[in-house]
C-alpha cells in the first residue's frame, strides 16, 4: 500500500478482437500491475472483445495468471445475447455484468479510472 493508503481503482474497456489490441491491453495490465501493488483492476469485454475471453482464446494463460494476482475480467450479456454465444463458451474465470457500458459508468461514477484498451 501506498503512504495514504489509498487503493487506486481502474476498468479497462475492451471492444476489439484485434488481437494486436488484446496482446497490448494484456501487456499493459502486467506492466500496471508492476508498477503498483494497490490497485484494483477490472476489464470490462463488449461487443468484438469478448473474443478474448472465449475458452479456444490464444491468450488464455496470460489471462489465467493476471486473474491469479487479482483481475477481474468481464462479460456484457447484451452481447453475449445479440451474437448468440453461451456462457458456457468462455473461460471459467470470466463473470457476466447485464451490460458493459452501463458497468463502466458505474464504475466511473464510484471513482475509478477509465482506459480504453486499444491504440
Given amino acids: 500500500m501506498n503512504q495514504d493508503s489509498t487503493t487506486y481503482r481502474v476498468v479497462f474497456q475492451l471492444s476489439s478482437n484485434d488481437t494486436f489490441v488484446q496482446k497490448a491491453l494484456l501487456r499493459q495490465l502486467n506492466n500496471l500491475l508492476k508498477a503498483m501493488e494497490d490497485v484494483q483492476v477490472e476489464v470490462v469485454t463488449h ?17 489465467e495468471d ?3 494476482r487479482g483481475v477481474r475480467f468481464l462479460v456484457c450479456e447484451n452481447t453475449l445475447k445479440a451474437d448468440e454465444v453461451d456462457v458456457s463458451e468462455l473461460m471459467g474465470m470470466t463473470s457476466v455484468v447485464p451490460a458493459g457500458v452501463a ?14 484498451a486499444g491504440y
Fill in 66 to 68: 493476471l486473474k491469479k
Fill in 103 to 116: 458497468h463502466i459508468i458505474r464504475r466511473q461514477t464510484e471513482g475509478w479510472a477509465y482506459i480504453k
Fill in 47 to 63: 461487443s468484438y472483445g469478448i473474443d478474448m475471453l472465449l475458452k479456444e482464446s490464444p491468450f488464455r494463460e496470460s489471462i
